[in-house]
């Protein structure tokens, strides 16, 4: 005799579908949040800032200048889905110049001071992760001591002193890296254009690759990783290692901008808390296992924004700092919310 299957009296035994729409909105709640918030604080800066988010001349600063912070905050968003932080990229970004104008002063090849600045960046970044990794400090603790150190390596070897790259200007490294393409009146800078190819690298890492879910695994639970045959401690140095080496490329594309090197490049805190805000803004939590790159090139382009918003809108320059905690508070919260409903 057969039996009929019955249906579910209650709701904790039915098995409810979800549509394709229902599945992808759960799947992408973190992106739709941030892409949500960028949508209404960019209505609210053009219905208020007299007609300045309407032109052309904004945007190319926006493109010229975001992309100064929000080049670390796409590494550092893997290093944090880790549970792991680096406080000591901006002093890399100095340390990396030290390598690229000596041996640019050198050989006189940019090409090559390339090559040593990436090598610098990616030692720093080798150090941190294997005083984290192996000697077994905190990556807070670890990296805000190898902060002061390499800032300290880079006055001693300068001196104190910046140095001028104006004979770089014109070299094909430089056209590479801040170069402009003109459409129109648009000029898009070189160094957006290298940050949207280093966020769709470290976007393919995250979702495509075989090392992307180890870093989300080894964030969530590392003695779970650990069991699933995952090198965790490998997943984290390489994480580190890729903030250095992204780090170093970033202070060289700001310095070329500028033609000149300074010693003290970064250490101002703007650099630290805009990357860092664009991380924690774009969804990455700060508990390890949860974080996405579109999260933070939307929340990097945030940040990079907001000073221009409260100047465009006649607001006096000193509240920039409070808008800049009120937006993060908000739309983290709001983020929040949408992503518990979503899901």
Known sequence: MTTKPQAASHSGDRTVEMSPLARWMRRNALQIGIFFIAILIWLVFVIFANGAFLSAPIYNSFMSTTPFFALMALPLTLLVIAKDIDLSFPSIMAWGMVLYSTVFALTGSTFLGLLACLAAGILAGWLNGWIVVKVGIPSLVATLGTSFFWAGVV?????????SLVAAKGSVIDIALTGRIEIGQVQIPMQFVWTIIIAVVMWLLLNRHRFGAHVYLVGDNQESARLMGVNADRVRIMCFVLVGMVAAFAGL?????????????????????????????????????????????????IIGSINAGVVAMNISGFWTQLVYGLIIVVSVGLQTVLSRRLR
């Open 155 to 163: 006055l001693v070897l300068q001196s104190g002193s910046g140095r």
């Open 253 to 301: 594309v700001q310095s070329l901008e500028l033609s000149y090197f300074w010693p003290t490049m970064g250490q101002g805190g703007g650099t630290l808390l805009q990357t860092l805000a664009s991380v924690f803004l774009g969804g990455t939590s700060v508990f390890g296992g949860t974080g996405t790159i579109f999260g933070t090139f939307v929340g990097a382009f």
